[in-house]
């Protein structure tokens, strides 16, 4: 009796301190999310639009105002017109609100890490938390209207379904990551790597499985390695054609799958149609090109691209269907169902909008492909050498320690961390197009991958003081005192970044800005228009030389009479018109009929002297004294020798507005 009675004690007590434990990791979180809220709704509105954003925030308005929205690939996609339009139908629309959304998703993503807690630890999770909370990166880009921090919250939500599917196998797992999945896709294009990325792990996964049920002792070493090779990299073959062939035959392999098959066949027959256009790769490498060729289909005349379009998607659908019909009935129509009715609503504009689902199915990747030889931003290989240790500092010094033990005795999610990092850090370096907010897709696996170094150590701190023996705690304390003085750096460098700097071209991750001086002409346009006495309807030309019907179109959305032109030598605006203009193109027309004139910076961008550096040059570069010196003054103080980078315009006032006819 009494050894029960201690037993359930015992038991009372374990509970006990697990609900504390659960407790106090969830008001750690919850303080830091109410803090990381904090970070990114204060000031939300004060920093100009940059041009991209302009886009995102005018369309938008135009879908909240008309409900017409098409889908194109150079926006990216639907999700984040479809959030932000929502945003101004609630709160109307400006500067403040197009940032609402993102700033919403991006503090969603603080508090996620709590649902790894049984991977991470519970100190880990909570660290996580912290991490994502204050990074420059992660903030930044939180109160940045662009899809990234979308695609940030998607991603992890994927790596939560797949995880705890692997521990606790329930079909809300997979309809999770299937709505994720979609969802993703649905927002921007990079979840083609990711997509791609998740995918060869848990092939991996399930390729180490299948090979563990095989192998036998009695086989030779290179047989068992040969298996294993082939399994490894074909487990997707396997899983997906067992189900098939056992349907056909009505009994067959009765070996369960393996438990990561559920996640692999997911997302791989979700992605599958996605990677439809890539059938032109090998096609275009051979110069073949579809989109000039002509065939005939039923009567009507199309592009070749287009047959093999409607072709390649339809046999992809069919096929996935048909596989996993045959895997698991119920799993694969809730996955398909989660997946692709958000996934249609979307590109089709709830039903609006026919043609949005080839153009998302096909289009999406098709349009990206292509982009991949203009390289915009013609940023060096070693772009994310240089932002992700000027910024993401705090979370790369852990991550060191943290691969080397993921490497040499991690568990299967610390090495899947260190798989999503390193490949999507290879992918991106690749890829044609490097951008500043695309360090959000490293930051993210890189504070997760630092916290779950962090965390077991801190859990380890404790037991280990218990002890009372100094010398096995050293290394520990070492490694949080360090990692709380990089917090301070960390704290300081994401609030220079957001708030100090936030429109000023100092920092890496501002690239290029729109400047106040442009946001203090749209008010002066909004004060002569009503001394004007015409309000709206004031007339104005707007150059778009170099792009600078961005982001006007957004600031003089609610003018009535704006015109977008590029001036040009014979052209003379109509009396009584505000003209801005490029400054290179101030002298194309008379401007006599302008009493005042005012130049002003329309953008402004980073210093890129980098971009000239060759490679090698790049690599000795660190171990020189001089260059290093250099780096460390900028990443102190942001001080650097070069010149801010910036294009102007010049907003002429008319001195008369009795040519325009006043409103009725």
Known sequence: MASSADAQATAETRDRGKAQGLSSTVIAIAMLFAIGVALRFWDLGHRALHHDESLHAYYSWRFAELFTYEHNPLMHGPFQFHAIA?????FGDSDYTVRIAAATFGSALIVMPYFLRDYLTRPGAVIASLFIALS??????????????????????????????????????????????GLSFATKETTFITALIFIAYLNVMAGI????????????????????????VFAWAVVSVRPVLNRLRGAGDSRPLPAAAAPLLVMGLLTAPQFAAAAQVPLRAAGVDLARQWTTFYGSAMTTEVYLGIAGVAFLLLATFAVGLSWNPRAWVVAAAAFYLPYILLFTTLGTEQDGFASGIWGSLDYWLDQQDVRRGNQPWFYYLMTVPIYEFLSLVLAIPAAIV????????????????????????????????????????????AASYLGPLLAELGSRLARARPFEVAWPVAAVIAAVVLLGFSLRSSLVASF??????????????????????????????ERSGLGLEVPIIVDSRDGFTWPWAWYLRDYANVGFIELSDDYQPAPGSIVLANAGNAENFDSSAYDRQVRYQHRAWFPEAYKSVPATDFLASIFDGGTM????????????????GHIDGIAMFPADYSAVAAPE
């Open 209 to 232: 499985e299948l090979w563990k049920d095989r192998v036998t002792e009695s086989s030779s070493r290179p047989r068992r390695l040969a298996q294993a090779t082939l399994l490894i």
């Open 86 to 90: 929502s945003v101004f139908t609630i």
């Open 629 to 644: 010196s250099r780096w460390l003054n900028f990443f102190f103080y942001r001080d650097f020798d070069l010149e801010i």
């Open 136 to 181: 420059p990166t992660l903030l930044y880009f939180s109160r940045f209207a662009r899809g990234d921090m979308f695609v940030a919250v998607f991603t992890l939500g994927m790596v939560l379904c797949i995880w705890r599917y692997l521990a606790n196998p329930r079909l809300v797992y997979l309809g999770g990551l299937a709505l994720c999945l």
């Open 500 to 529: 100090e700097h936030s429109d000023e071209p100092y920092e890496l991750l501002v690239y290029v800005q729109t400047t106040q001086e442009l946001v203090n002409i749209a008010d002066e346009i909004g004060a002569e228009a």
């Open 406 to 449: 993921a490497i040499r005795r991690g568990d299967p999610f610390r090495r899947f961390l260190l798989f999503w990092l390193a490949a999507t850090l290879v992918a991106l370096s690749i890829a044609g197009e490097k951008m500043p907010w695309l360090t959000v897709h490293l930051a993210l696996p890189l504070a997760l991958l």
